[in-house]
């Protein structure tokens, strides 16, 4: 299979970064073009409750908190790699807050769950980075309170 790429000077001259060269990964040791995908980088937040460690079953019900980024990124390890760093960016001036925004946004109480990081890139799959804050949160109407130490 062969890929052709197509630049238009125009849309060069008009918006010089808009143009980035294709990414590429490795199969067998033949170099393939990898080029982005229609479904930009998405980040969220999910509680260890809403999904089993070590499955590769997507969570259930909405994220905790939600971020999409309008670029698009490769569709290989690279472009997860990518978003998950561009994700970290966008979530870590929101730590000191985390607990309000995160108990403030669930529709549930919860005690002691940690929150992960998942991403999405270039499909609507989410994926699990196995990133985590690693602090516990208790929510009760959607107000956070000091996780005891004991269960």
């Known amino acids: 299979m062969v890929v052709y790429y197509k630049i238009i000077l125009a849309d060069i001259q008009m918006n010089p970064l808009a143009i980035t060269p294709p990414a590429f990964s490795l199969l067998n040791g033949n170099v393939l073009p990898t080029v ?3 479904f930009p980088c ?6 260890s409750g809403q999904f089993v460690k070590g499955s590769h079953d997507p969570p259930t019900g909405n994220a905790a908190l939600l971020h ?14 990518q978003c998950t760093n561009k994700c970290l ?3 870590v001036k929101h730590l000191p807050n985390s607990p309000a925004l995160i108990c403030g946004s669930i529709e549930r109480d919860c005690h002691k769950e940690r929150a992960y990081l998942f991403i999405k890139n270039c499909n609507d799959t989410w994926i699990n980075t196995n990133l985590s ?7 009760k109407d959607n107000i956070p309170y000091k996780c005891p ?3």
């Open 36 to 38: 982005a995908g229609p």
């Open 149 to 151: 130490i004991l269960p």
């Open 89 to 91: 960016d966008s979530i």
């Open 133 to 139: 804050a690693g602090r516990e949160y208790c929510c």
């Open 68 to 81: 999409e980024h309008t670029d698009s990124l490769p569709c290989n390890a690279y472009g997860n790699k």
């Open 42 to 47: 998405v980040c969220g937040v999910f509680l």
